[in-house]
C-alpha cells in the first residue's frame, strides 16, 4: 500500500542541527514528489520545502539557507537536513504527497494547502530549546 514514514526528529539546542527522513513505499519519488509541511503548536500546518519528481527543490523563504531537502530515490527516501536551528523551527514535521498534485512542479506543489494533499505521514518532533 501507498505510505509515509517520517522520522529524525529530536531534541536539539539553537544553532544545531538535525536529519529528517521520509520513507515511501508503494510508489516512486521519480513519480511523485514530497513535500515537508510543520505545524506548531495553535498554528497552521505551513509548507517548508519540497521536492518534485524531477528532482527540482523548493524552501519557503523563512527556513531557505538552513534547509536542505535531498533525495535518494532508489531507496525511496527524502532527507530534510535543518541546519542552524531556531527555537521557531520546534514543530511537528510532516512529509506527505498527493496522487494528483505530487506529479507537478516543487514551486507549483509548494502552493497549494495542506488540506489538499491526501497521503501522510504521521509526523516527526522537533523541538529547538536551550
Known amino acids: 500500500e501507498v505510505q509515509l514514514q517520517a522520522s529524525g526528529g529530536g531534541l536539539v539546542q539553537p544553532g544545531g542541527s538535525l536529519r529528517l527522513s521520509c520513507v515511501a513505499s508503494?510508489?516512486?519519488?521519480?513519480?511523485?514528489?514530497i513535500i515537508w509541511f510543520r505545524q506548531a503548536p495553535g498554528k497552521e500546518r505551513e509548507g517548508v520545502s519540497c521536492i518534485d519528481r524531477h528532482g527540482s527543490a523548493w524552501h519557503a523563504d523563512f527556513v531557505k539557507g538552513r534547509f536542505t531537502i535531498s533525495r535518494d530515490s532508489a531507496k525511496h527516501m527524502v532527507y530534510l537536513q535543518l541546519s542552524d536551528l531556531k527555537p521557531e523551527d520546534t514543530a511537528v514535521y510532516y512529509c506527505?504527497?498527493?496522487?494528483?498534485?505530487?506529479?507537478?512542479?516543487?514551486?507549483?506543489?509548494?502552493?497549494?494547502?495542506?488540506?489538499?494533499?491526501?497521503?501522510w505521514g504521521q509526523g516527526t518532533q522537533v523541538t529547538v530549546s536551550s
Open positions: 508503494g510508489f516512486s519519488l521519480d513519480e511523485h514528489g
Open positions: 506527505a504527497t498527493d496522487r494528483v498534485f505530487g506529479i507537478d512542479t516543487a514551486r507549483n506543489m509548494a502552493r497549494r494547502r495542506a488540506s489538499e494533499f491526501e497521503l
